[in-house]
């Protein structure tokens, strides 16, 4: 018998359906476009029109979840299980939603104070606390306790690794992460940054490779240095609607160079969709503890 729910966003990157399956319990995050406000529905028919409508100039905006969806969310879910939930919040380095997140559970169970709710800040983006929400689906199937599973989700998360790249620096400069110089630099000379985040969950622009290929290249390089046992482990990749022919052999070079046991494929929803937009690709894998 289950001892705890699995609780996320939809910012975790994980298809709708493989949360069903693994019950995990992912709120559907909000956007508007305009006037108009839509629901992630966490799919990849909806990300290609998402970033199509990006390509066309639209521009969506983001916003965390408020202590009271938090509370309406967990709400729904004790009262149709009546047990412990472990909650993976996006990371607070990127996000001020954990800070919500903490909020919301200590106002919850001044209303519910036979309940129990733990707030785990991933310090991670998309599949990287996706990746956390399996392992906790994990030891809760295997019959861990909700502590003992925050305990191990504490203790590992920081050696989950994320390397990415994307070619068109202007979405990145409408979310803060580049200037608007470097911005314009970047695009003129072809520069694709190199990023991955630290201990605490902060963007880092790691290296500046001029050239897309090259930048893949190099992504190939660094997560031969870091990773540790990877024939005994999956790689998780997520893009923004790159394209499927790069994708595959992205997958494939790191499953034949670097030895990963099988990958898994995500599309990055609206959640950190909106601040990259179209065309980044990431690797997520477990190696060296982050710094």
């Known amino acids: 018998m289950a001892k705890y729910c699995v609780s996320t966003d939809s910012g975790c990157d ?19 476009i305009g006037d108009e406000t839509y629901t992630d529905q966490m799919n990849p028919e909806d990300s290609i029109t998402f ?15 408020t202590p009271q969806e938090f509370i309406d969310y967990w709400s729904t879910l004790y009262e149709k299980f009546k047990l412990p939930i472990v909650h993976i919040a996006m990371g607070s380095g990127i996000s001020g939603t954990y800070s919500n997140a903490v909020i ?16 785990v800040d991933s310090t991670l983006a998309s599949i990287g606390y996706g990746m956390l929400s399996i392992w906790a689906a994990d030891m809760r199937d295997a019959g861990a306790t909700p502590e003992k599973c925050v305990e191990w989700l504490e203790k590992n998360k920081i050696l989950i690794n994320t390397y990415y790249t994307c070619d068109d620096l202007k979405y990145l400069y409408r979310s803060g992460r580049v200037s608007r ?19 605490e969950g902060h963007l880092i622009v790691q290296e500046k490779v001029r050239g897309r290929k090259k930048a893949l290249r190099r992504i190939y390089d660094i997560i031969q ?9 999956t790689v998780y990749i997520c893009h923004s609607d790159c394209n499927s022919e790069e994708v595959k052999t992205f997958s494939e070079t790191l499953i034949n160079r670097i ?8 599309y990055i929803s609206s959640t950190i969709g909106s601040h990259c937009g179209p065309g980044l690709i990431a690797a997520f894998f477990v190696g060296k503890a982050r710094f």
């Not at 994980?14 to 508007?32: D, H, N, S, V």
């Open 181 to 199: 110089v470097g911005a314009a630099v970047g695009t003129v000379l072809n520069i694709n940054p190199i990023l991955n985040l630290d201990k």
């Open 259 to 266: 030895a990963f046991k099988d990958s898994f494929i995500s």
């Open 51 to 65: 970033y199509n409508r990006m390509r066309k100039g639209d521009v969506p905006r983001t916003s965390q979840m």
């Open 14 to 32: 994980l298809p709708a359906t493989f949360c069903e399956e693994r019950g995990i319990y992912a709120y559907r995050m909000k956007y508007t």
């Open 104 to 119: 919301a559970r200590d106002m919850f169970l001044e209303s519910h104070p036979d309940a129990k709710i733990f707030v």
């Open 225 to 233: 240095e870091r990773v540790v046992d990877p024939s005994n482990q």
